[in-house]
């Protein structure tokens, strides 16, 4: 009976990871994580500025549709918000503000 309760001890003390072992796990995860960090901020630069491109271009379709609807371009941007923007939409997320000049949406940084 002691010699099957040696034998069970023996096992248990076999398994498991070192000390050293995790620490490596997690240099390993740090350095990727220093890694990955700094470009995933600087993709979310590109991402606000695609995003403000897309809202420039749709608020240039309205500019059209003004203009088919009432015979002529608007002066302003202030002149589609009610009926063909709504005010969040003559701001770009990133802050940019999009203004109307000679008919066409461009993008005011």
Excluded: H, W
């Amino acid at each position: 009976m002691k010699k099957s309760c040696a034998k069970k001890l023996k096992k248990n003390n076999d398994a498991g990871f070192t000390l050293i072992e995790m620490l490596l796990v997690l240099l390993v995860i740090s350095v990727l994580i220093i890694l990955i960090i700094p470009n995933i901020a600087a993709q979310s630069a590109n991402v606000q500025d695609t995003g403000c491109e897309a809202q420039v271009r749709m608020v240039q379709s309205q500019v059209e549709a003004y203009t088919l609807n009432e015979g002529g371009p608007p002066a302003t941007i202030d002149s589609l918000v009610p009926e063909y923007l709504t005010t969040d939409q003559v701001t770009c997320a990133n802050g940019d503000a999009i203004v109307v000049t000679n008919g066409q949406a461009i993008r005011s940084e």
